[in-house]
């Protein structure tokens, strides 16, 4: 037995003189080489969570279980609980639907699926478009409250002076069921658990978020330092937000805690403005060209009358930009949507009173059928439609939901028509979405929207950056980066490749906004490597990382 067991050990010597080292640690198992993990000079056993939808694991338009499950922070504390990191609590939701009620009463919908029998843009169904059962009811009643001793303060739709405002209970249902009095604030239930490390994230993105999904509809309110003045969707005035972000960072580090920051992404590369193409109206698509095919004949008729107004008008010195405001539908490539663009001076009187005093404008009306006697009103509302109006141009972004309206009908615009003696058919016919009628503000992002999101943006990440430069207790995750390379070259994600383009990219979830599962882990990554750049740990190197085929990019139609 002895001889034997001498052979085997010779055989396996002389074996590994035979083989390189490279082939040696083939043999032996990657993770028995990396090193042992190491906190550095972090105390990760009271890990709290702190910031927005982002943080809650916000995903497909909702939250939910399986997505709270997979939220950043979540994965994180699986990490740090290798390392003495204790129990990470989430003020989980009842249930999958993504929707929550207030007294019984739906304030947030179901999430969003994705139903490959809906094509394009319009993939991105709400939950009940897909199932075939009944739709199971949302079960998670906001006015239920169950407790604030939670790890997880990610609340969805938080602006950063929300997070500081007593009250903000009363306003956002996600905080109602877990606030501890109606009176409390976000970053004081959070500070009760007494975190020896947080994460602070995305903390600004809200702040101009919801300007950009109103297409720019709400007021820039840089100058106002009263937020109780904001709306929704509004932007947050810097100076507001620096003071807001300084003083919660103040309070995180104040006992000796250690924590990570994000900025604020440039949100304007999320595909839920970068989807929709600014010119959709293509007559050679095989399944609407056809009919816009056949109106081109008219619209120009209509257009061209209202772009010979314009040339009159510069050419009295009245208005610079005819060029600007001129449309012209092609009838072989695809054409830009018409929007209404609030920056361009207002005509509307000036196009009124230029068609009346017109010769050519009874020829006009005949062509639609209308007498001379309808000329006031039709001039009227002429003036009143097309004042602010221009074609869309590949600066501008079209957001997401402007799919859903485009080539549609106005139903309230047509009712008005008709109120003014206009046929039903005339009617419908000049109510067109982004046809005969101009896209409202807030589906479209002009290039000066544009500009203020990107100033507010800008200014927030000067004020994070400088934050993170001074503490020595806080790293930087630059998010912003992050999201420009899933934008442009997409990310390696252990073999993946992310990226923002929506359904197929894998980076960014149904709704255009909030990340994926997939998303959210590499999110996680990038937080542990900052951890490991700020306070010494190894997370990275020691292979405690989260990893790409663990997590999902979609989630199931039948999750209940």
């Not at 739906?106 to 993939?123: D, E, K, L, S, T």
């Amino acid at each position: 037995m002895m001889t034997s067991n001498f052979k085997c050990i010779w055989f396996f010597t002389l074996l590994l003189g035979f083989l390189s080292c490279e082939e040696v640690q083939d043999i032996i198992p990657e993770e028995e080489m990396l090193p042992e993990l190491t906190a550095g000079s972090a105390d990760f056993s009271n890990y709290v969570a702190v910031g927005a939808s982002f943080t809650a694991g916000f995903t497909d338009n909702g939250l939910f279980i399986a997505a709270q499950e997979n939220s950043f922070p979540n994965t994180l504390s699986k990490q740090f609980a290798k390392i003495g990191g204790g129990e990470f609590k989430q003020p989980l939701m009842n249930d999958n639907t993504g929707g929550i009620l207030a007294g019984g009463n739906v304030v947030r919908g179901y999430r969003f699926i994705f139903n490959p029998n809906i094509p394009g843009p319009q993939a991105v169904d709400q939950f009940l478009a897909s199932l075939s059962a009944p739709v199971p009811p949302i079960t998670t009643e906001a006015t239920t409250n169950i407790g604030s001793d939670f790890n997880n303060f990610g609340i969805p739709g938080a602006k950063s002076f929300h997070l500081v405002t007593p009250g903000y209970a009363v306003f956002n249902p996600f905080y109602t069921r877990i606030a501890s009095s109606p009176g409390a604030t976000v970053l004081g239930d959070a500070m009760a658990q007494n975190p020896t490390f947080f994460t602070l994230s995305e903390v600004g993105g809200d702040d101009v978020l919801g300007y950009a999904i109103a297409g720019g509809d709400g007021v820039d309110q840089t100058g106002n330092l009263n937020p109780a003045s904001y709306g929704i969707t509004d932007i947050t005035d810097p100076s507001v937000f620096a003071q807001t972000f300084n003083a919660m960072v103040s309070t995180l580090t104040a006992g000796g805690a250690k924590g990570v920051v994000t900025n604020v992404p440039d949100i304007t590369d999320l595909p839920h403005f970068t989807t929709v193409p600014h010119n959709p109206l293509d007559p050679n698509d095989e399944d609407t060209g056809p009919a816009l095919a056949a109106q081109i004949p008219t619209l120009n008729a209509l257009y061209g009358n209202l772009n010979g107004v314009y040339a009159f008008l510069e050419s009295q010195g009245a208005i610079d930009d005819a060029n600007v405001r001129s449309v012209v539908f092609a009838t072989d490539v695809p054409n830009p949507v018409v929007i209404v663009d609030e920056d361009l001076n207002n005509i509307s009187a000036l196009i009124t009173q230029t068609l009346l005093g017109s010769p050519l404008f009874p020829q006009f009306l005949d062509q639609f059928g209308l007498p001379a006697i309808a000329a006031p009103q039709v001039a009227g509302f002429l003036g009143l439609i097309y004042g602010q109006s221009r074609p869309a141009t590949a600066e501008d972004l079209l957001v997401l939901t402007s799919s859903t309206v485009i080539g549609g009908v106005n139903a309230p615009f047509m009712a008005f028509l008709e109120s003014q003696n206009l046929s039903e058919a005339l009617a419908a016919q000049f109510a067109v979405e982004g046809i005969t009628l101009p896209l409202e503000d807030k589906w479209v992002i002009t290039p000066q929207e544009q500009m203020n999101i990107k100033t507010a943006t800008d200014s927030y990440n000067a004020t994070i950056a400088g934050v993170a430069d001074s503490n020595e207790n806080v790293a930087l995750v630059d998010l912003n980066a992050t999201l420009k390379e899933a934008a442009t070259t997409g990310i390696n994600f252990d073999g993946f490749n992310l990226t923002a383009d929506l359904v197929t990219g894998g980076a960014v979830g149904l709704d255009g906004i909030h990340l994926t599962g997939r998303g959210y882990a590499f999110m996680a990554n990038k937080f542990l490597e900052a951890i490991d750049e700020k306070f010494g740990s190894n997370f990275m190197a020691s292979g405690n990382v989260a990893k790409a085929s663990s997590f999902p990019t979609n989630y199931s139609p039948t999750l209940q």
